[in-house]
């Protein structure tokens, strides 16, 4: 049931763009996005529900193919202030949409 | 507090004993999960409170591991005869249901992490 995420770890240069994908083998309610930085707790960057939407504010932003059973998070003229891992987190079309699974995560590193 | 706590931040024992662990979420949040970050690795979903309702006890991994939660404040993690396999971060998060039945963003305590000998 738990997400897979790809890549698991990438190193950028800052200003390069970043992709990171979330593929569920359930159908998906709604994807939750969290960035944690080391030694520290997740935080929240954005929500998706179902429906195909795009959410984002700045240079970071997702979107979410309900028909794959997947989302990408978009981080573009990366910063170094976005190194740190990022999880996705998925509620599932039946059941407890409340309950959120996470992935094992993404570790992205960026460099000056 | 502002945010959600949790106590203690860490904690030290031996193979065998009982540990608790305390989660004060942000009052007003009727939702409340526990999860289990082992060093290095992800999330592990372990247990889910929403309000009233009957919580979601599926990723508890043994019957050395339970959860209670006092109406909608306080909640408490119970390992019993602990093993070095439990050893991990306990992240508590709490929130607010968002849209229809999917709970909002989620705020994370700083965990307690757990040492077995």
């Known amino acids: 049931q738990q997400p897979v995420q790809s890549p698991q770890a990438v190193i950028l240069r800052e200003g390069e763009d970043a992709v990171i994908n979330c593929s569920s083998s359930?159908?998906?309610?709604?994807v939750h996005w969290y960035r944690q930085k080391h030694g520290e707790a997740p935080v929240f960057l954005m929500i998706?529900?179902?429906?195909?939407e795009q959410k984002g504010h700045e240079k970071i932003s997702a979107s979410f193919n309900e028909k794959k059973q997947q989302s990408s998070l978009y981080l573009t003229a990366s910063q170094l202030s976005y190194s740190g891992t990022y999880f996705c987190?998925?509620?599932?079309?039946?059941?407890?949409?409340?309950?959120?699974?996470f992935g094992q995560g993404t570790t992205l590193q960026v460099k000056p | 507090g502002a945010g959600v706590s949790q106590s203690p931040s860490n904690k030290v024992t031996e193979k065998g004993k009982d540990v608790e662990l305390r989660c004060d979420p942000i009052?007003?949040?009727?939702?409340l999960y526990w999860y289990r970050q082992r060093l290095g690795q992800g999330l592990e979903f372990l247990i889910y409170?929403?309000?009233?309702?009957?919580?979601?006890k599926s990723g508890l991994p043994s019957d050395r591991f339970s959860a209670e939660r006092t109406g909608e404040s306080v909640s408490t993690l119970t390992i019993q005869r602990t093993q070095q396999e439990d050893s991990a971060v306990y992240l508590c998060?709490?929130?607010?249901?968002?849209?229809?039945?999917?709970?909002?963003?989620?705020?994370f305590g700083e965990g307690s992490r757990l040492t077995v000998l």
């Open positions: 987190g998925t509620a599932f079309d039946s059941g407890n949409t409340g309950k959120l699974i």
């Open positions: 359930k159908a998906l309610y709604s």
């Open positions: 409170f929403q309000g009233n309702s009957a919580p979601d």
């Open positions: 009052s007003g949040h009727t939702a």
């Open positions: 998706l529900l179902k429906g195909g």
């Open positions: 998060a709490s929130g607010r249901p968002w849209l229809a039945g999917v709970t909002g963003e989620l705020f």
